[in-house]
């Protein structure tokens, strides 16, 4: 299952809401992951199943789709939520394939 | 706390090979599945590789038969051995454990714990 992100690379400023799409070569239901990576560091668990946040994500970050089409949304950025996401799918085991990556930088 | 702790990284030349190693704390190793994910150098996450508690393996089409992945129950760390390595390993390897979201409907697995990472570098 190929996984394909939109936008490459984002600019956007401090207090934007940001959306990025993910979009599965086939259905995957509701198996989808987001990780934010932080240049230099190992990725981190922010949602899976579509939409359920990893404790201690803030709220500003939400997540939604289902079948082949699925979006990250952060409601209000932060300084801190400078870095590149990545969506997964983890509907086809064991190969759970990623997105190529978004980089999302301050404008 | 789980915390998982990579080494054995390094430069290596084309067709060599090199073991990375994962240790793990907080948890055992043993009776989780356990997942190496390779990142190259400006690109995208890759899935390497993952070991079940069960012992099943399982590789991408990209390191089959070059790749061996394993586990030292007593040191609690898991291993990749890569043989035959080519340019196009040079990445940084990183570890996870895979955890699962169940209800009565299904299981959801995602990667919770990653490590640090380790940088291989293959030459020419």
């Known amino acids: 299952i190929q996984m394909t992100q939109s936008p490459s690379s984002l600019s956007a400023s401090v207090g934007d809401r940001v959306t990025i799409t993910c979009r599965a070569s086939?259905?995957?239901?509701?198996?989808l992951n987001w990780y934010q990576q932080r240049p230099g560091k190992g990725p981190k668990l922010l949602i899976y199943?579509?939409?359920i946040l990893q404790t201690g994500v803030p709220s500003r970050f939400s997540g939604s789709g289902s079948g082949a089409d699925f979006t990250l949304t952060i409601s209000s950025l932060q300084p801190e939520d400078f870095a590149t996401y990545h969506c997964?799918?983890?509907?086809?085991?064991?190969?759970?394939?990623f997105g190529q990556g978004t980089k999302l930088e301050i404008k | 706390e789980v915390q998982l702790v990579e080494t054995g990284g390094g430069l290596i030349q084309s067709g060599g090979s090199l073991r990375v190693s994962c240790v793990g704390s907080?948890?055992?190793?043993?009776?989780?599945?356990m997942t190496w994910v390779r990142q190259a150098p400006g690109k995208g996450l890759e899935w390497v590789s993952v070991?079940?508690?069960?012992?099943?393996?399982y590789y991408a089409d990209s390191v089959k038969g070059r790749f061996t992945i394993s586990r030292d129950n007593s040191k609690n760390t898991l291993h990749l051995q890569m043989n035959s390595l080519r340019v196009e390993d040079t990445a940084m390897y990183y570890c996870?454990?895979?955890?699962?979201?169940?209800?009565?409907?299904?299981?959801?697995?995602?990667?919770?714990?990653w490590g640090q990472g380790t940088l291989v570098i293959v030459s020419s």
């Open positions: 996870a454990r895979q955890d699962h979201y169940c209800t009565s409907a299904s299981c959801w697995p995602y990667f919770q714990h």
């Open positions: 907080g948890f055992n190793v043993s009776t989780n599945y």
């Open positions: 070991l079940y508690s069960g012992g099943s393996t």
């Open positions: 086939q259905s995957i239901g509701t198996f």
């Open positions: 199943a579509v939409s």
């Open positions: 997964q799918q983890s509907f086809s085991t064991p190969l759970f394939t």
